[in-house]
């Protein structure tokens, strides 16, 4: 549980950074392991789950719709499903912390079943758009309502059988698609969803895992459509989460910035809809190697080899940027120290994260010394060519845990340590985070709280 004061805390490097590590498990493939098991029959074994705040939310959700959802060591958790059609009404709101992910795949899971369930947030996640995802879902025969602008607190309505649906996204978001297959496991007949740009696709690996009939198919304009069909029979299944590529991006690039650093992560998910940042960082001239390529749980992983060294501007296409959704904040910290001028445009969709990462990123960068301009859909970083920041400024990360994580790396290249006001929305995604990096050889400075 984490403290009730704000724990303020910098990184500093006393030297390079060194040692072979592992990251927790995949934050996306936790959620969807737990609410899968939960609709299969029968019990589902899951190793190396994340137990982080957001993999909790959901685990406690399930619970109070009537899976048996048992942790039997650290990462080993046990889930007894009911079935799908089987969950049951939750008798208190369901408390999604700051879990964007629980909220809306849940909601998908709620909209078929004969349920009432009222979903609520902390702040951060009280100002997230749930539109999106109630639309369709309303198209499937769910009744939705949510607060004015399409946020929480609101309850869902589910139907029982559900009502199949095509639906295009407009944005293209796996959180969306995954919510809407969920729904059309329980619905009468094929549910298909047409994304623009091909999203993380964990979801669709796993569910034809479990035993669903799914097909992915490419679109001639780049895109994929994705069908189900419904109802489905789910199987329990013994499932191994891989490491977090989103969580091995903030060590990955503190060894890239502290001169003289090697480091290896073992054992990082490198599945295509979800490398675009080590891609973009080989294309800056990253020393950065994949070793020992396998596949676990139905997704490739890696070794991860990374060296100090130069590194230099870039974009990054449109189509590549929901393989790295969560990594521009880092990114932007990356390009802060490369050579030259970084424009990273199309990125709307980061206003609606756990914070507004465009103007939270450019705010805590322009402090610590970056030069950046903020435009409506991106950042224009004039980085330094690895000479350090001024840094000495203190960072509020306003509920994110990749912000928090994100400022706690520049801090290492800055020659003032940068504050991070708050340690504990780490917890989200990441807590072993601070304790990785001392095992790295940074130091973790814990300035007395104002
Ligand atoms: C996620 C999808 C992404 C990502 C989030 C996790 C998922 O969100 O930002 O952290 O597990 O499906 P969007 O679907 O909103 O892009």
Redesign the pocket.
């Known amino acids: 549980m984490a403290p009730d004061a704000p724990a303020p805390f910098a990184l500093v490097a006393r030297g390079p950074l060194a040692g072979s590590v592992e990251v927790p498990g995949d ?2 493939i936790s ?2 392991a737990l609410m899968l098991g939960a609709l299969a029959v029968g019990r589902t074994a899951i190793d190396g789950l994340l137990e982080g705040e957001d993999v909790l939310a959901t685990a406690a959700a399930l619970r109070a719709m009537g899976a048996t959802v048992a942790r039997r060591g650290p990462g080993t958790w046990e889930v007894e499903g009911v079935g799908v059609g089987g969950l049951l009404q939750p008798e208190t709101a369901l408390d999604m912390g700051n879990s ?2 629980s909220t ?2 849940l909601m998908g899971l709620a909209a078929s079943h004969d349920l009432l369930a009222t979903f609520v947030g902390d702040a951060s996640l009280s100002r997230r758009p749930m539109g999106r995802v109630a639309e369709p879902l309303e198209r499937m025969g769910a009744e939705i309502r949510m607060a004015p602008g399409g946020r929480l607190p609101l309850t869902v309505r589910g139907l029982a059988p559900a009502l199949p649906l095509t639906w295009q996204l407009p944005v ?7 919510a809407i297959l969920l729904a059309g496991l329980n619905a009468c007949g094929t549910t298909s969803v047409l994304e623009p740009v091909p ?2 696709d ?2 669709e690996r796993m569910l034809a895992a479990f035993g669903a009939r799914i097909t992915a198919e490419p679109l001639p304009d780049g895109g994929r459509a994705i069908t189900v069909d419904g109802p489905a029979e789910l199987r329990p299944q013994a499932l191994r989460v891989p490491g977090d590529p ?1 969580s091995a991006a903030f060590p990955l690039v503190a060894a890239l910035l502290v001169p003289g650093s090697r480091v290896t992560i073992r054992g990082v998910g490198v599945n295509p809809t979800r490398d675009g940042l080590f891609r973009v960082l080989e294309a800056m001239g990253a020393r950065l190697a994949r070793s020992a390529p396998r596949e676990v749980g139905g997704e490739p992983v890696a070794d991860l080899v990374v060296e100090a060294g130069p590194l230099r501007a870039t974009d990054v296409p449109p189509a590549l940027a ?1 393989a790295m ?2 990594e521009f904040p880092i990114l932007f910290v990356a390009c802060a120290l490369a050579e030259g001028r970084s424009e990273l445009r199309g990125l709307e ?1 980061l206003r609606v ?1 756990e914070s507004d990462r465009l103007a939270v990123m450019a705010e805590g960068l322009r402090a610590a010394g970056a030069r950046v301009e903020e435009r409506a859909d991106g950042l224009v970083i004039e980085g330094t060519g690895g000479e350090p920041l001024p840094g000495g400024a203190r960072i509020d990360p306003r509920l994110d845990h990749r912000i928090a994580m994100s400022f706690a790396v520049l801090s290492l290249a800055c020659r003032a340590p940068l504050e991070v006001a708050d340690s504990r929305p780490i917890a989200t995604s990441f807590p072993g985070f601070l304790p990785l990096m001392e095992a790295l050889g940074a130091e973790v400075v814990r300035p007395a709280a104002a």
């Open positions: 934050k996306s959620h969807r964007g992910t809306r795949l293209p978001s796996a959180q969306v698609k995954t999203t993380r964990h979801g989103s929901p959704i969560d969709e994260k």
